[in-house]
């Protein structure tokens, strides 16, 4: 009697060769289900199971029986690669879904540091990275794995708000230097009456108010402004 393993995707084979002992070629093969078999097992549709190959000699002999033990696992399935890029404002999502294909739900998921990181991605807190997601299968049938890249793009930063009071005969101001916590460089200026300027305070010619910097959304972050 002989035990084989197979892969639910391995290719057909048939199982007279892996019968020990020099047996006889005409007897006859019985499926685990005990309907008559042809000896060729194909693990993608194959019952695992107890096959058996039976010899009929002539009477009086009794029928001599030998088995093939066949144990067929599934092969598992991490889907495919796959990259994205993400504002920061997207709510948190499953990054399995951002995978290729019908991807089996046993893996886990790892960053490229080796650490174990949840399914669950939050683009407000989560830091670009390549993630590693790994299906454990039974052998023989080996793991699979998928990657998925993830960039973030950031939220626009207009700083924040300060206060001035400057002479009217002062000299010209750069208002940039005034903002606090470190503000996007890209931004534009709008006066109080809300047309566009230029950063610098001429203080002889500008009116008393509120001055604003406006910084526009990049990217996937193009719906979002900061002021």
């Known amino acids: 009697d002989t035990t084989l393993a197979y892969c639910s995707w391995d290719y057909p084979d048939a199982l007279f060769p892996h019968l020990t002992g020099s047996p006889q070629t005409t007897g006859a093969w019985f499926a685990p289900d005990s309907t008559a078999f042809d000896g060729m097992i194909d693990p993608a549709s194959s019952l695992p199971g107890v096959y058996l190959y039976v010899v009929t000699p002539p009477t009086p002999c009794p029928n001599d029986t030998a088995s093939i033990n066949v144990a067929i696992p599934r092969a598992v399935y991490a889907g495919t690669d796959s990259s994205i890029v993400i504002c920061r404002d997207t709510p948190p999502f499953s990054m399995r879904s951002k995978l290729g ?17 949840p399914d669950t991605f939050d683009p407000a807190s989560g830091n670009i990275d390549v993630y590693t997601y790994t299906v454990p299968a039974v ?7 998928a990657t998925l890249t993830i960039n973030l793009d950031p939220l626009p930063n207009a700083g924040i708000d300060s206060a001035l009071v400057i ?52 990217s996937t972050c193009v719906h979002l402004t900061c002021s």
Request: charged share 15%; with cysteine; glycine share 18%.
């Open 139 to 145: 052998l023989p049938c080996p793991d699979q794995s």
């Open 101 to 117: 294909g019908q991807v089996d739900t046993t893996g886990t998921w790892t960053n490229a540091l080796g650490s174990v990181v």
């Open 167 to 218: 002479c009217a005969n002062g000299g010209d101001y750069p208002l940039f230097p005034l903002l606090g916590g470190g503000p996007d460089v890209v931004g534009q200026w709008l006066e109080p009456l809300g047309a566009p300027r230029e950063g610098t305070l001429d203080p002889s010619l500008e009116l008393s108010g509120d001055y604003t910097y406006v910084v526009f959304g990049a």
